[in-house]
């Protein structure tokens, strides 16, 4: 009866079913995986962003395909770019959506370096595409390999930093790779934890550069994000003329936070500063909690929200996450994005200081005994 585009019969994994069962039972859970910025105690100018959306809500309805002239050039200033290349979206996830109508047709592949966060693959079935993983591998840092691409392959996708890994896309990972045009998500580049800057693409591979309010302002609810487009001026050109006729179908993104922008922009630095000074002191947190236990590392984090911790492989990665939710703490697997084999666990640097101390020594309870 239903599309392929979806997968009713998806089974639910051990450790979503074993979650739910102890929230049923009302037992403690510290979560180490929350991302919602929303949700961790940080303090939010409520009243200021109150009275931006009041002023947005007074504008009249002039739709724009590409999104409103204030909203791009307000994106434009952040991006230091010029306006006629950006586009509006309602979230990066439809950028995605998007780029994926705009570069493929069905059954062609996008490469994705993994590991990776795992919505991409949703996205992709979304449109009837399929994903071709290329490696990041571990030396010292996380380094792209040599994609592997067919004739089918028609983008390659960068999130850049990476999630969970925190490992930024230099400028000479990206030429390397560049044989086909690039996607680049941006999400975090506003969160360098530890040291680096995502890379520029060369300019002369046709690239789509993906942010939005969710991460860069703190603001997931707001429900704005933006294609940044580069490249020679012929194909940028028609990439977003393809771009104004696909979103001229859905005109999605809401008027009031699209004159908002300006003003969620600059309300957004202080949030996005606060996120910053969390995620650094979580890093350091969990650094100290794991120094005197060699068998644990925590790897280095470039960017973002996310701490990759290495462990001994003793049990698979979903064993040891059960082991842990049964003292009560949450953590992602690294299965979940693609590690490449097993002895990683995954947890946000977004967490509640408190939570994480706590979840962290008894994450130390369960691996070192």
Known sequence: MFSRRTNFGAPINQLTIAREERRRRGEEILDLTVSNPTEVGIAYPLDELAEAMARGARMPYDPQALGIRSAREAVARE???????????????????????????????????????????????????????????????????????????????????????????????????????????????????????????????????????????GLPHYKLGWIRVSGPETERRAAIEGLEMIADNFLSVATPVQAALPDLLRIGRGIRAAILERARSNLALVRRALSDRPSISVLPVEGGWSATLRIPAMMSDEETALALLGRGVVVHPGYFFDFPSDGFLVVSLLTPPDILSAGLGRLLEVITQ
């Open 79 to 217: 991006l230091a770019c010029d306006a006629e290349d950006i586009v509006i979206t309602a979230s990066t996830s439809e950028a995605y959506s998007f780029l994926f109508k705009l570069l493929t047709e069905p059954g062609d592949e996008i490469a994705i370096a993994v590991p990776s966060y795992p919505l991409l693959e949703h996205l992709a079935a979304m449109e009837l595409v399929t994903l071709r993983p290329f490696a990041l591998e571990f030396h010292g840092r996380w380094e792209m390999t040599e994609p592997d691409l067919t004739p089918r392959t028609r983008a390659i996708a960068v999130v850049n930093p990476n999630n969970p890994t925190g490992s930024f896309a230099r400028a000479g990972e990206l030429a390397a790779i560049a044989k086909r045009p690039l996607i680049l998500d941006e999400v975090f580049r506003d969160y360098p934890v530890d040291g680096g800057r995502p890379g520029t693409p060369p300019p002369d591979v046709l690239a789509f550069t993906l942010g939005g309010l969710s991460k860069s302002a």
